[in-house]
């Protein structure tokens, strides 16, 4: 009788497996491995080496509090010769003296999360079972069974791998770019994205089911697209709030990645932390899904339509000075962002696999609960609204149409003759480059083309007719050149009578600040011509002149004014309106790299920043983070004002951990300049061997 087999040690190789999983960013404690990819581990038997046909071996994965081998979350599985196609398997790699080295791989299906492992040696009836380690399971992007493969090695890199991005704003005539740290394998980000995924509502009313489903992107995403917001009661991680009172919390301008956001939910055990707005809610959420090996794009929607009565239509109101008359609680986003996860769609017909819109911003109730998506992109574009899911949110966020109706002093109301355009400009981060890709064909056709009649028809939607009117006068509204923050400068409005009769018109024009939500603050500009007489063919140009003095106070921390021109022909009564929201620019933050970027060896920044305004600057602080570059958050305080036109500058001494092409990513506050970004690409050398 053989004696028993003996495990003595065992290496789960957590290294090695990291870079061949692509996980390695994740650092070497643990084991992080992806579906349906082998995984070597190496177990060392004392007194005795392992004999196939004497000794047998298996082992034992298990998930959640409730592993069932009918969930899917437990799983017994004998080491054999051949991989097994459809479960888990073990297979014997190489044997040297007392060491074997074991191959495990999981089906392309199995449930991601958190894993034990168990290793059970059995020689005749003698047994015994031994817990060798944990290791976390993530979807595979690079597996072509994998619901989550995406072909292109580029756009994995990019939307698996990639922990620092850019997200689009400003306004659909000066689109802005911020950078972003999503920071999806910096340390204990793994763990707070499972953690997240423990404290849904779904996970503590039935454990089971939800450990079972978590196996599917589509779940996966509904449950992330929930727990980024906190309207739920439901232990979310942001709180949002657009009115401008940030105290007793951070401003969402001032964020520059997921990673502080998430560190703070979790250690202040899962309270909400304060604030986000929709681009704070994507990053976090594209942060979560990256990491859990969902290839993840964060997207900006300019003139972004928010249709609460579901009738596609947005009603606007406007007095005669351009003021809103009433509050409708239908608006327009200056722009609004969300998230794209690319996944196959096995639960709808063929057609709608690929990139899935999921909108963690709390707008709208999805089944009870305060989500939106994965909603196909490709079922938007087709306007097949009944499809799962919230389909006809994202269909209007891009499609519907604006009425602008002029509230006249008798109190009746005229519409304007022209809609305002919404979807626009739909924009994302190029793959592998730091500029825009425009991705507006993905969500509609082009405009006036009879597939977006077929469509429209399809969706019910039959009010572009209201673009055809055309009176002959046509109303823009034009900037000189850049309007820099603290500076004054000139709009116009552009008036062009196309047909061979003079008209007489009224041109009000009105401006004022605003928030990139569609509310507005003060009027800071204004004009009121009654007489403005336009012979045949004639263009006319008319100056409003909007200074600093009248803005500054009321600029909101999203830099916008919105400039309302409305233009009344005397003859007829009709009336246009044109809107153009106006984006205040920033002062620049340079940002200059001294010695030689190699990884392990100490670097300089000097960041700077001139006061472009003509106060002091207050309580000036900057804080600087870049995954691989700096550790953690660096926050530097300036004990002096910054007078006007002076120099806010600072020197950051930091050590880069990690080779390749990072992002050094810089976020200036004060008491006057709020949310200034910057970054600086720096490529670091390995460390020489």
């Known amino acids: 009788m053989a004696e028993d087999l003996v495990l003595e040690t065992w290496d789960l190789q957590c290294e090695r497996n990291g870079r061949e999983h692509r996980t390695a960013e994740m650092g070497c404690q643990q084991l992080v491995v992806r579906r349906g990819q082998p995984f070597t581990i190496t177990l060392h038997f004392s007194g005795r080496s392992y004999e196939e046909g004497v000794d047998k071996l298996a082992f034992n994965v298990e998930t959640g509090p409730c592993p069932i081998e009918t969930s899917g979350t437990r799983s017994h599985f004998a080491v054999t010769d051949f991989p097994e196609e459809s479960g888990w398997s073990a297979v014997i790699q190489e044997q040297d003296e007392g060491s074997l080295s074991v191959s495990l791989c999981s089906p392309p299906n199995a449930r991601v999360g958190r894993y034990s492992l168990t290793l059970e040696t059995s020689t005749g009836y003698q047994g015994t079972s031994c817990h060798i380690g944990d290791f976390v399971l993530l979807f595979n992007a690079w597996h072509p069974e994998d619901t989550v493969f995406l072909r292109d090695e580029d756009e994995r890199r990019e939307y698996v791998l990639s922990q620092q991005g850019l997200i689009y704003q400003g306004s659909r005539d000066y689109i802005t770019s911020t950078p972003w740290n999503f920071g999806q394998f910096e340390d204990g980000i793994l763990s707070i994205c499972l953690n997240l995924l423990d404290a849904n509502p779904k996970f503590l009313r039935d454990q089971n089911q939800d450990c079972s489903r978590r196996n599917d992107p589509v779940y996966i995403g509904r449950v992330v697209s929930a727990m980024v917001n906190c309207n739920d009661e439901d232990r979310g991680v942001l709180a949002g709030r657009w009115d401008n009172n940030y105290e007793d919390g951070t401003s969402p301008m001032a964020w520059i990645g997921s990673v502080d956001i998430l560190k703070r939910w979790k250690k202040f055990g899962c309270q909400p932390v304060k604030y986000g707005q929709?681009?704070?809610?994507?990053?976090?959420?594209?942060?979560?899904?990256?990491?859990?090996?969902?290839?993840?794009?964060?997207?900006?929607?300019?003139?972004?339509?928010?249709?609460?009565?579901?009738?596609?239509?947005?009603?606007?109101?406007?007095?005669?000075?351009?003021?809103?008359?009433?509050?409708?609680?239908?608006?327009?986003?200056?722009?609004?962002?969300?998230?794209?996860?690319?996944?196959?769609?096995?639960?709808?017909?063929?057609?709608?696999?690929?990139?899935?819109?999921?909108?963690?911003?709390?707008?709208?109730?999805?089944?009870?609960?305060?989500?939106?998506?994965?909603?196909?992109?490709?079922?938007?574009?087709?306007?097949?609204?009944?499809?799962?899911?919230?389909?006809?949110?994202?269909?209007?966020?891009?499609?519907?149409?604006?009425?602008?109706?002029?509230?006249?002093?008798?109190?009746?109301?005229?519409?304007?003759?022209?809609?305002?355009?919404?979807?626009?400009?739909?924009?994302?981060?190029?793959?592998?480059?730091?500029?825009?890709?425009?991705?507006?064909?993905?969500?509609?056709?082009?405009?006036?083309?009879?597939?977006?009649?077929?469509?429209?028809?399809?969706?019910?939607?039959?009010?572009?007719?209201?673009?055809?009117?055309?009176?002959?006068?046509?109303?823009?509204?034009?900037?000189?050149?850049?309007?820099?923050?603290?500076?004054?400068?000139?709009?116009?409005?552009?008036?062009?009578?196309?047909?061979?009769?003079?008209?007489?018109?009224?041109?009000?024009?009105?401006?004022?600040?605003?928030?990139?939500n569609g509310t507005v603050g003060p009027q800071c500009g204004m004009k009121d011509l009654l007489n403005v007489t336009l012979e045949p063919w004639a263009e006319k140009r008319v100056p409003l002149r909007i200074l600093y003095e009248n803005y500054g106070e009321n600029l909101t921390q999203d830099n916008l004014i919105k400039v309302v021109a409305l233009l009344t022909e005397y003859q007829t009564g009709d009336v246009i309106v044109a809107i153009r929201d106006v984006y205040i620019q920033n002062p620049e933050i340079k940002i200059r790299i001294l010695g030689e970027p190699m990884q392990n060896r100490k670097l300089v920044a000097e960041i700077s920043l001139v006061n472009p305004l003509a106060a002091p600057l207050n309580n000036c602080v900057f804080v600087v983070e870049g995954t691989g570059l700096t550790d953690g958050q660096q926050v530097k305080e300036l004990e002096e004002p910054v007078e006007p036109q002076a120099v806010a500058k600072f020197r950051l001494d930091f050590v880069p951990s990690q080779a390749g092409l990072r992002k050094l990513m810089v976020d200036f506050e004060s008491d006057k300049l709020t949310g200034v970004k910057g970054y600086r690409n720096v490529i670091i050398a390995p460390q020489p061997n």
């Open 278 to 516: 929709c681009w704070v809610f994507a990053a976090v959420a594209c942060t979560v899904m990256r990491c859990l090996g969902i290839p993840s794009r964060v997207v900006t929607n300019y003139n972004s339509a928010h249709d609460t009565n579901g009738n596609l239509i947005i009603d606007r109101y406007l007095n005669e000075t351009g003021m809103e008359d009433r509050r409708s609680r239908d608006m327009i986003w200056n722009f609004h962002c969300w998230v794209e996860s690319w996944m196959a769609r096995p639960d709808l017909a063929p057609g709608y696999d690929g990139w899935q819109a999921l909108d963690p911003t709390p707008q709208e109730k999805s089944e009870g609960v305060f989500c939106c998506g994965p909603a196909p992109v490709k079922a938007v574009r087709e306007g097949d609204l009944q499809l799962k899911y919230d389909i006809p949110f994202v269909f209007a966020e891009v499609n519907a149409d604006v009425v602008y109706w002029v509230v006249q002093g008798d109190g009746t109301h005229k519409k304007s003759t022209h809609s305002s355009v919404v979807g626009k400009n739909i924009s994302t981060k190029s793959v592998g480059r730091d500029s825009r890709e425009d991705i507006t064909h993905t969500y509609k056709y082009p405009e006036g083309s009879e597939k977006e009649r077929e469509v429209f028809a399809k969706a019910e939607h039959e009010t572009r007719s209201l673009r055809e009117e055309d009176e002959g006068l046509h109303l823009k509204i034009k900037l000189s050149e850049g309007a820099n923050n603290g500076c004054d400068f000139d709009v116009f409005a552009v008036i062009n009578n196309s047909t061979d009769t003079e008209r007489v018109c009224r041109l009000m024009l009105c401006a004022r600040t605003a928030s990139y």
